[in-house]
């Protein structure tokens, strides 16, 4: 199995940019999260899903963020604009039973 | 909610000692706890994890254990070695309407000195 698949890895952008990250969960996984780490808050659960429903959002910093997943292999998570505050890694997980997988994570830095 | 204590944050230790972290969580109704390792540019990778109706589970030179009633869990690795510098969380699976979502701990910076 390939594992849980993000793109880009890394991205680098401007303020009030459009910014869009890919995540490609494990095949069979019927939940998927996305994370943002960073040092001073450490790991922040965003959003989940369960069957491409979003389940719990509460974790959404802002409007500026938002997340969908169209089917069952794919999901997207969006920021519009851009700020400098967003600047961190951005991991995607799944999981079918207990055990939640991450994928590599995807680094965005915001200028 | 759910919310982890992980302690230390920091940890340092000679090469084939071992190596104590400690975690606990507020909801009686979480049942199940797993363990990441993540080293340097990669995702968390599950290293071991424990269900809230088995008290102790080893692997090889880690080994978890789960306290219900005062609601903590600890993973010990034995015989460190420096490919066991990471940073490694702890986190509880939460029963109720959070169900489905982990909540982790702060993370444990562990270093292994050769």
């Known amino acids: 199995d390939a594992g849980v698949i993000q793109s880009p890895r890394h991205e680098v952008t401007e303020m009030g940019q459009e910014v869009t990250l890919r995540c490609k969960p494990i095949?069979?996984?019927?939940?998927l999260f996305w994370y943002r780490q960073t040092m001073m808050r450490g790991l922040e659960l965003l959003i989940y899903?369960?069957?491409?429903?979003?389940?719990?959002d509460s974790g959404m910093p802002e409007d500026r963020f938002s997340a969908k997943m169209p089917n069952a292999s794919f999901s997207t998570l969006k920021i519009q604009p851009s700020e400098p505050r967003d600047s961190a890694v951005y991991f995607c997980?799944?999981?079918?039973?207990?055990?939640?997988?991450f994928g590599p994570g995807t680094r965005l830095t915001v200028l | 909610g759910e919310n982890v204590e992980q302690h230390p944050s920091t940890l340092s230790v000679q090469e084939g000692d071992s190596a104590v972290i400690k975690c606990t969580y507020s909801?009686?109704?979480?049942?199940?706890f797993p363990w990441y390792k993540q080293e340097l540019g990669k995702g968390p990778q599950l290293i071991i994890d424990?269900?809230?109706?088995?008290g102790e589970k080893k692997d090889q030179r880690i080994a978890v254990t789960l306290n219900k009633t005062a609601k903590h869990f600890s993973l010990h690795i034995t015989e460190t070695q420096p490919e066991d510098s990471a940073v490694y969380f702890c986190?509880?699976?939460?029963?109720?309407?959070?169900?489905?979502?982990?909540?982790f701990g702060q993370g444990t910076i562990l270093t292994v000195h050769p």
């Open positions: 899903f369960n069957n491409n429903v979003p389940i719990d």
């Open positions: 909801d009686s109704a979480s049942n199940y």
């Open positions: 095949s069979g996984h019927d939940y």
């Open positions: 997980a799944s999981r079918r039973t207990d055990t939640q997988y």
């Open positions: 424990i269900r809230s109706n088995v």
């Open positions: 986190a509880a699976k939460s029963g109720g309407t959070s169900y489905g979502k982990l909540t």
